[in-house]
Nanobody, 126 residues
């Protein structure tokens, strides 16, 4: 059973950058990984994902061109580089994983994932 731990959140100003990390407890090569976020009073939103083969990525329209997802399978870690942050990016960011064994695209919906981290807070001030 995979355990995921996010880090890298914090308080920044609009226009700044942050890099979130999600470290997994085991071998994640066969897992698709996703980043989700939830702001107070809002539904959880799929932000980005990357499949196990690193051949497919997804970005929500709200973050396209600003956020980049990547993974380092040797370190069992997935990253979310967030540039040009906006106040509307303020949320708790969660990492998620699902075993896909190298098949198919990654999913942008939370119900497609089996394992979740505890979340890391990102706050962007204007």
């Amino acid at each position: 059973q995979a355990q995921l731990v996010e880090s890298g959140g914090g308080l920044v100003q609009a226009g700044d950058s942050l890099r979130l990390s999600c470290a997994a407890s085991g071998d994640m090569k066969m897992y698709s990984m996703g980043w989700f976020r939830q702001a107070p009073g809002k539904e959880r939103e799929g932000v980005s994902c990357i499949n196990s083969g690193v051949s497919n990525t997804y970005y929500a329209d709200s973050v396209k061109g600003r956020f980049t997802i990547s993974r380092d399978n040797a370190k069992n870690t997935v990253y979310l580089q967030m540039n040009s942050l906006k106040p509307e990016d303020t949320a708790v960011y969660y990492c998620a994983a699902v075993a896909t064994y190298g098949l198919g695209k990654c999913g942008s919906n939370g119900y497609e994932y089996d394992y979740w981290g505890q979340g890391t807070q990102v706050t962007v001030s204007s």
